[in-house]
């Protein structure tokens, strides 16, 4: 499979505090490629020396392809129409205006509303419109469904399967671990700006095997080192054996059992669990 993407020993600092720590990884043409971390931890700068918008210290980057970007946000003139900032998008791509691309979108109905009329949906749909102008092999998306409804998700989610169809390269920064596991194909896990897991979804879940939490309420709470809201929780791989344990002990001790959860691991999971490490 050949790279689209190829980034080596990349360092960016601002001033005394270095944000991303010499880095490495690269992301195959024509797939979905996941960028994660908790606020700070390095995803939107990295992103954006790749873009090339960002300068920095040291290391290489090699982008095989022309590019396409949807910022998370945009300073797009409040007054502009969708219909004149499409056109002039298309002549600063020295491009013929494309209308199948503007109509593909849903933005037909839209193309004499003003931006700041705009829903946060129909802002995303324009921004994606204007990313792929220029017909680019490699797509930036940050944080694409940010605000968007379930519609409005669902719909971007569409649009971004019928990208990958078409053999482009995606490389999203999300903080929607459900988002993640449905569209990418592999995801790149970034903590106080170091790769701390690289692979696909399920190779960061397999590790986990069967385990899962039990989370019980009783009326006086049960011995353990975690507790949410009020439950008692109990990580095991053996939901049967543990669970009836625990009932076990609170007939003895003549505990009422308020209610019973079980959760088992998810992305979500493992992702905050790399997120905590070390605190």
Not at 16 to 39: C, H, P, Q, W, Y
Not at 132 to 140: A, E, M, T, V, Y
Request: overall charge positive.
């Amino acid at each position: 499979m050949s790279v689209a993407i190829k980034i080596d020993n990349l360092i960016k600092s601002y001033g005394a505090n270095t944000v991303i720590k010499d880095i490495s990884f690269t992301v195959n043409r024509g797939e979905i490629f996941a960028l994660l971390g908790t606020n700070g931890a390095g995803k939107t700068t990295t992103l954006e020396c790749i873009e090339g918008i960002r300068k920095y210290d040291s290391g290489n980057i090699t982008v095989s392809g022309n590019i396409g970007v949807q910022l998370q946000s945009s300073s797009l003139p409040a007054n502009i129409k969708a219909i004149e900032v499409y056109h002039l998008f298309c002549k600063w791509n020295k491009v013929l205006v494309n209308q199948e691309l503007f109509n593909a979108f849903g933005l037909t109905q839209l193309k004499n509303m003003q931006y700041k009329e705009m829903s946060v949906g129909q802002k995303r749909r324009l921004h994606l419109a204007l990313a792929l102008i220029s017909n680019p092999d490699i797509i930036f998306l940050d944080e694409p469904t940010a605000g968007l409804d379930v519609e409005g998700r669902v719909s971007l989610h569409e649009q971004i399967r019928k990208l990958k169809e078409q053999g482009k390269t995606i490389i999203m920064a999300s903080h929607d671990m459900a988002e993640v596991e449905s569209l990418c194909d592999r995801i790149a896990i970034l903590k106080d700006g170091k790769i701390a897991f690289i692979g696909t979804a399920t190779e960061l879940t397999n590790d986990m095997g069967k385990q899962c939490k039990i989370l019980i309420k009783t009326k006086s709470p049960l011995q353990t080192t975690n507790y949410e809201q009020g439950y008692s929780v109990f990580t095991t791989e053996n939901i049967g054996d543990t669970l009836l344990e625990l009932l076990q002990i609170c007939k003895e001790t003549k505990n009422t059992v308020l209610d019973v959860k079980i959760k088992r691991a998810t992305l979500e999971h493992k992702f905050m669990d790399i997120a905590r490490e070390g605190k």
